[in-house]
């Protein structure tokens, strides 16, 4: 009597859902969306860009310099003297040697900014020089 129910309890214990195999995809699949997930970069603030009829999107923009109202400069959500602005932009450059430079000025800010941001991301080798605007 006993042999019939020793099978029968062994039956239940082999019949257990094994979830290993569940566990190793749902990794796989977490790992692969990490790896290909592409990242919003931001300048550091959020500024009013002024609007412009020929404004296009550029997909590639790599190093993000922002300019406030008041004149302040942001790269990498770090607030940066125009003097360092330079040896940001050759830092930045050289983790990625196709990187592009996107100026962020506000429309309320000095144009003097502006041109020596410009200048200090050209003296660091950045030709591919932007200015963000907003499409009208």
Do not use: C, H, Y
């Amino acid at each position: 009597m006993r042999a019939p129910f020793a099978k029968l309890m062994q039956e239940e214990e082999e019949s257990e859902i094994n979830m290993t195999p569940m566990l190793d995809v749902v990794f796989i699949m977490l790992i692969f969306f990490i790896v290909t997930a592409s990242f919003v970069k931001e300048a550091g603030i959020e500024v009013n860009r002024p609007e412009a009829a020929t404004a296009v999107k550029k997909e590639r923009a790599n190093i993000l310099i922002a300019i406030s109202d008041k004149g302040e400069i942001w790269i990498n959500k770090r607030r940066v003297d125009v003097r360092a602005v330079q040896a940001n932009v050759e830092r930045l450059k050289a983790e990625n040697p196709q990187g592009t430079v996107v100026i962020q000025a506000d429309k309320n800010s000095k144009t003097d900014t502006l041109i020596k941001v410009m200048d200090a991301s050209r003296a660091a080798g950045v030709f591919d020089v932007s200015i963000a605007a907003q499409e009208m």
